[in-house]
């Protein structure tokens, strides 16, 4: 059992930056490629960037490609979304999540989820 806890949420600017952090518990954290998901009013849920257990690969959509970066700690628990550039059509709601297979562009192979953090960009 995992449980992610997102945080790192807020305000801003268009051109301004965010940096997401998702906590899990439990001793299994580092067998997981760890997520992050968006889902804007309206719209559907969309992957935006994933990270391999290890760290050593990471996967973003075309529209985040360059402006975000996802990195992990595994003696911390905790994986991150940095965040910049960022412009009004990311405004969303951020989730974290658990995939034990790929791909980790697919919502479905997620094991386990958090609860959200909103992400408002201003233009």
């Known amino acids: 059992q995992v449980q992610l806890v997102e945080s790192g949420g807020g305000s801003v600017q268009a051109g301004g930056s965010l940096r997401l952090s998702c906590a899990a518990s439990g001793r299994t954290f580092n067998i997981y490629a760890m997520g992050w998901f968006r889902q804007a009013p309206g719209k559907e849920r969309e992957f935006a960037s994933a990270i391999s257990w290890s760290g050593g690969n990471t996967y973003y959509a075309d529209s985040v490609k360059g402006r975000f970066t996802i990195s992990r700690d595994n003696a911390k628990n905790t994986v991150y979304l940095q965040m910049n550039s960022l412009k009004p059509e990311d405004t969303a709601t951020y989730y974290c999540?658990?995939?034990?297979?790929?791909?980790?562009?697919?919502?479905?192979?997620?094991?386990?989820w958090g609860q959200g953090a909103q992400v408002t960009v201003s233009s």
């Open positions: 999540a658990a995939a034990r297979v790929p791909p980790y562009s697919r919502p479905g192979n997620y094991n386990y």
